[in-house]
């Protein structure tokens, strides 16, 4: 059984730095790309960081291009994302996800990925 499981979070001052990290803890599948998602409370969704594992092609949005940085390792279907030059709009909950079918085109959505962790709160103070 797939279970994704999200660590690293925590509170931070603005202009600081944490790692999340996120892995398989039933070491059962591969996967073709993970993503990091973000949920602000009161907002949708929305999409932080994707690897696509052929060709490791990477992805952000423009909010965090610069200051952050997805990373991981196939093999183990882990994912890393460093954050530095944390803001106080970067808090919210964040989910790693995983897509296991190969899929061309945008991977950006939600709908791209088949597994989500629990998620875990990222609080940056001002």
């Known amino acids: 059984q797939v279970q994704l499981v999200e660590s690293g979070g925590g509170l931070v001052q603005a202009g600081g730095s944490l790692r999340l990290s996120c892995a398989d803890s039933?070491?059962?599948?591969?996967?073709?790309?993970m993503a990091w998602f973000r949920q602000a409370p009161g907002k949708e969704r929305e999409f932080v960081a994707a690897?696509?594992?052929?060709?490791?092609?990477?992805y952000y949005a423009d909010s965090v291009k610069g200051r952050f940085t997805i990373s991981g390792d196939s093999a183990k279907s882990t994912v890393y994302l460093l954050m530095n030059s944390l803001k106080p709009e970067d808090t919210a909950v964040y989910y790693c996800?995983?897509?296991?079918?190969?899929?061309?085109?945008?991977?950006?959505?939600?709908?791209?990925?088949?597994?989500w962790g629990p998620g875990t709160q990222v609080t940056v103070s001002s």
């Open positions: 996800a995983a897509g296991l079918a190969r899929v061309y085109g945008s991977i950006v959505t939600t709908r791209r990925y088949d597994y």
């Open positions: 039933g070491r059962t599948f591969s996967s073709a790309r």
């Open positions: 690897i696509r594992w052929s060709g490791s092609s990477t």
